[in-house]
């Protein structure tokens, strides 16, 4: 039960993840991040001579997905490493992958003719993932739509390259599975295998839920996170736009492709609720959701809502809200309650972030600075691949991908879903066949009839 003294907090929106290369590059502001690799940054890492496995000062990375998320994550890995080079790139269509090198070419400035050296290795298509990670790459950068992601790390991993993937690694549960045997490769095969989930990676928060997960506030009885946030954009259809591509140009909006806004954006707080849990994975889920703020064509199939309840072994409760609705309060605050006291997390505002008794008293608070978590994110890879310690977020990742998606499950279909049956489940919302043309909008689930 929410304590009455946890009042929403109404400050101004959470950065929301977008991908399109021409609305502001998302939550990654890249063009920061590149200018300042061009230059010695204090992030980037000293390359020693020999430094990785294959006795090279270069690494050479690959980027699949050249939109504001893709584009970002090729600034932060520059960023990361002064050996890091831009060695191909791919996307779906050509106007975002000119996009995308430009912006980094000129945000890279002189720098950019020995770090940005894709030459003839720009690839279009939906085969260009092959394409990058066959042009002799050492890591790529997988930040394609999510509904591709497990197909891209498997070939990735196969062909042996180390992989970054952006969350979510899957919209359904056929992923999520094919998701968790990649890792056991990747772990077989020494080979890197980070997912995005960032906050993973903030100072901020992993202190803070070390002090929770080490009993500052005894055991944790509860939990509730959120991810209350304004509306994505939506783009008219093109005339010589088909039926598919006008769906992958709002494809934020199609489940098929993004697994809706609670698997896409919101999965990031489901993480965290997996995390004050131990990434213990919950029996089952139900959900409430829908859509009161969308309609026409270019809001496709999505919600705008969900309000989902986890149960865990031994009676144990995680709550969950989430939604995509314009005029409406913000809110990204994390709430962890147990036998002693409870924990406020915010990570947009680090020195907000305490432990407290019920009683007020303070129990621990963070003090300390904040780095750009994306930037720890590859600082982090980069220099696990020179140490030829490679970072595998698998298992928990896909697990946290997977609350999410049984959550989805339970709202569209107005059912309670347990793990098991999710994870045996044979839903695949993966076309048969995948070409520019026809191609119907699914109808919006109501719960109850399907």
Known sequence: MLDPSDTLRTTAPAPVSTSPADVNFGRRTFV??????????????????????WGSDTIKIGLVGCGGRGSGAAGQALNADKGVVLHAMGDVFKDRLDSSHKALTE?????????VVCGDRMFTGFDCYKSVIDSGVDAVLLTSYPNFRASHAAYAIEKGKHVFAEKPVAV??????????IGEDAKKKNLSLMVGFCWRYHPAMREAFAQVLGGAIGEVT??????????????????AWTDLEFQMRNWWHHTWISGDHIVEQAVHSVDRL????????????????????????EHGDSYDHFSAVYLYEGGLR??????QMPECPSDNT????????????????????????????????????????????????????????????????????????????????????????????TLDLQPAKLEFGPMPTPTVSIPGKK
């Open 318 to 323: 995680g709550f969950h809200d989430c939604r």
């Open 334 to 425: 994390d709430y962890i309650y147990g036998t002693k006291g409870k924990a406020v997390i915010n990570g947009w505002n680090p020195r907000s972030i305490k432990l407290t008794d019920y009683a007020g008293k303070t129990i621990w608070q963070y003090k300390g600075e904040s780095d750009d978590m994306y930037q720890v994110e590859h600082n982090e890879l980069f220099r696990g691949i020179r140490a030829g310690k490679p970072i595998n977020d698998l298992p928990h990742a896909a697990n946290s991908c997977m609350m999410a998606i049984m959550a989805r499950m339970a709202a569209y279909t107005g059912q309670t879903i347990t793990w098991a049956d999710a994870m045996a489940s």
């Open 274 to 297: 997996a995390w004050a849990f131990g990434d213990r994975t919950p029996t089952q889920a139900h959900c409430l959701g829908g859509r009161m703020t969308r309609s026409g064509p």
């Open 107 to 115: 945000s890279m400035g002189e720098a950019a003719k020995d770090r």
């Open 222 to 239: 509860s939990a509730y996170t959120n991810y209350l946030t304004g509306q994505l954009p939506k783009r008219k259809r093109e005339e």
């Open 32 to 53: 920061a991040a590149v200018g300042s690799a061009a230059a010695a940054s204090a992030f980037a890492l000293p390359v020693a001579r020999a430094a990785h496995a």
């Open 172 to 181: 359904d549960p056929a992923g999520i599975r094919k998701f968790l045997t």
